[in-house]
């Protein structure tokens, strides 16, 4: 099968693609008209990896014992549930209040068939015990113009919302790929509209997706390997026959053979499958996870991304262009961004999949990659300026177990920029790691997210805001935030991109700002406890993003000039932001992307660092935690 072969293969028509069996009955009853807000936790087939959320234990220890009728909530052994989804964010999330049920908020009690004067009196006593709500914060014209933009983005297939396209400028006659749904562009759409509670447009793109995964192992290095996840799709009409009497929708995805250098995204199935936890953690759809094809989906991923190679590092090792950085930028090898992602990944999955004879052997490999993985990047990744000064007083040419330089870095390697530019207090996960290799760029996905998956640890999440707060005017300037840090100018310029006309420095992924990175840098300040820094970034943003068009991308050192080939109107810069806001207005959402730091993965850590490559002990694992 060869490569136009493979893509014709991939095309599927919407009359082969309508859901079936009784999933397609409960998404149309059940699933589409009662889902729960809120997911019954812990899941039946789990082990106990899963974490509640705070503020749904919270309303459960405090609904009522019992109840009965016909409207009484399922009872479970697993523990407490709240007995109304609104009971588990009364009080503390008025917004899902007002968008789920408009029709019963405010909730207006009618006056009890009683003296006129008792009734006088006990409203009285009322009105001075309990103290009036507050008021409901309005939405800025900002964020109005934003939602009525983003639902213009939405396209349809077979009568049904499946994603948004990449952006929607009416001005551009030159579409390009921005008229295509991505799987990481959709990601801030679906958690904007999984926020405002319109659950339906993020089921349909998972489910779809999903269908479009390759699921056929070939030997073609030119056909899609078994597990990838497509970059994109695009929705075309076709004749139904040679006649043009009737046509049918079809999905074309692309797997990175129509994309600039050919490359295949590793990041999309990392991408599914943390935004199909977030799905089921906010909606409680566990019947969808439970399927057969969403459980193998995860396992196809899990099997390709963890599949045995030459590679002795526990990152994964790829090719540059294969992530958000999809044009050369010297990030072939373990660029952060990648790794975590991967990581994220992996501790979703290690919830969701369901525990059998066939996934056993899977959720071990699963458990040794989290370990190795989760202490290489700790221990490996992580400059300050005490490591700084250790690389630069580093020996070469060590070849024993117990060397210090482990990877053969030269002190040369240290650039002249990171001398001066590193604080006293504060760190950062370097971009990449390879042999005689660091590549100490400030890379932001990577580091923002690797705070969210608890990839580094407390003290080093830690680290990481407080230099971007030391380094604003570097890293945020006039537009949140820098992709990454700082650009690649000169000779370097020409050597590592090709000259790239798009890549100059201080533009596009060259050190260009990216208003879409807005959300993940929210929701690391919200997980860290420092959601001043991300409402000083947000406000800085919404002085500008309308007036400027929404665009891609900001250009120059400080971010002041929209990008010369930025797109206007670019749909995960407008989601981007609106989910930011949602964040901010309700902290508690951020578990549904979050997750805790687990001692029982360091414990386990195989960190080969003697001789006889024992296992971490104990009190090692939980030194690096601290």
């Given amino acids: ?73 399922p009872t479970h052994t697993t523990g407490p549930v709240p007995s109304d989804p609104r009971a588990a964010v009364s009080g503390n999330l008025p917004f899902f209040d007002r968008v789920l049920f408009p029709g019963s908020f405010p909730i207006e009690t009618p006056p009890a068939k009683e003296d006129e004067d008792t009734a006088a009196s006990a409203a009285a006593q009322a009105d001075e015990a309990v103290a009036p709500a507050p008021p409901v914060r309005e939405e800025t014209e900002t964020e109005r113009e934003a939602w009525r933009l983003l639902r213009r983005a939405v396209v349809s297939y077979c009568g049904e919302p499946v994603g948004t396209v990449a952006a929607e400028d009416p001005e551009c006659t030159e579409t390009l790929n921005y008229d295509q749904v991505f799987i990481r562009d959709f990601v801030p759409s679906a958690l904007a509209f999984l926020m405002r509670g319109e659950t339906e447009i993020v089921r349909n793109f998972l489910l779809h997706t999903l269908q479009l995964q390759s699921w056929e192992k070939t030997v073609d290095c030119y056909s899609p390997g078994q597990g990838l996840m497509p970059a994109s799709f695009k929705i075309r009409t076709v004749p139904l026959d040679e006649n043009n009497e009737g046509f049918e929708e079809v999905l074309d995805p692309d797997f990175g053979e129509a994309a600039i250098g050919r490359v295949a995204p590793v990041d999309s199935g990392l991408w599914w499958i943390i935004l199909l936890r977030a799905y089921c953690k906010i909606t409680g759809d566990y019947d969808l996870l439970e399927r057969v094809d969403v459980q193998t989906g995860i396992q196809l991923i899990l099997s390709l991304c963890l599949s045995d190679g030459f590679d002795m590092f526990p990152t994964l090792l790829v090719t540059d262009g294969s992530c958000m950085i999809d044009r050369r930028m010297g990030i072939h090898g373990h660029p952060l961004e990648i790794q975590a992602l991967f990581y994220s990944a992996l501790r979703c999955s290690r919830e969701m999949l369901v525990v059998n004879d066939g996934s056993k052997n899977l959720i071990r490999a699963v458990n040794n990659r989290l370990s190795a993985l989760s202490f290489h990047i700790r221990e490996y990744y992580w400059v300050d ?119 100059t420095p201080w533009s596009y992924h060259n050190g260009g700002s990216w208003p879409t990175l807005l959300w993940q840098f929210t929701l690391a300040c919200i997980k860290m406890g420092r959601p001043e820094l991300a409402r000083r970034a947000v406000a800085l943003a919404e002085e500008r993003l309308s007036d400027d068009k929404w665009p891609e991308y900001y250009d120059t050192r400080s971010g002041r000039f929209i990008g010369k080939q930025s797109r206007s109107y670019q749909t995960w810069t407008i989601a981007g932001f609106l989910t930011s806001k949602m964040l901010l207005e309700n902290p508690e959402l951020a578990s549904i992307l979050t997750c805790d730091e687990d001692l029982e993965l360091l414990e386990g850590c195989a960190c080969c660092l003697s001789k006889k490559r024992a296992r971490c002990s104990r009190r090692a694992a939980k030194s690096h935690a601290a």
């Avoid at 009359?15 to 899941?43: I, Q």
């Avoid at 690389?391 to 001066?420: C, G, M």
């Fill in 385 to 503: 300026m005490k490591k700084i000064n250790e690389i630069y007083r580093y020996k070469t040419e060590e070849y024993s177990h117990d060397a210090t330089n482990k990877f053969n870095i030269y002190p040369e390697q240290i650039p002249s920029w990171l001398v001066d530019w590193i604080p006293e207090k504060g760190g950062y996960l370097i971009g990449n790691l390879q042999p005689a290799h660091m590549d100490f760029r400030f890379f932001s996905l990577g580091n923002l997210w690797a705070i969210a998956s608890s990839l580094t640890t407390p003290r080093q999440a830690e680290g990481i805001l407080s230099l971007i707060e030391e380094k604003w005017d570097d890293l945020v300037a006039n537009m949140p935030l820098k992709i990454c840090y700082p650009a690649m100018e000169d000779d370097e310029w020409r050597i590592i991109t090709g000259s790239d006309p798009k890549n």
């Fill in 1 to 73: 099968m060869g490569l136009a072969a493979a893509a014709a293969a991939a095309v599927r028509p919407c009359r082969r693609r309508l859901l079936s069996s009784a999933s397609a009955a409960a998404s149309k009853t059940g699933a589409g008209t009662a889902t729960p807000l809120f997911p019954r936790l812990p899941h039946p087939h789990h082990p106990p990896y899963g974490r509640r959320l705070p503020f749904l234990v919270s309303a459960a220890s405090q609904s009522p014992a019992s109840q009965t009728g016909p409207d009484a909530p």
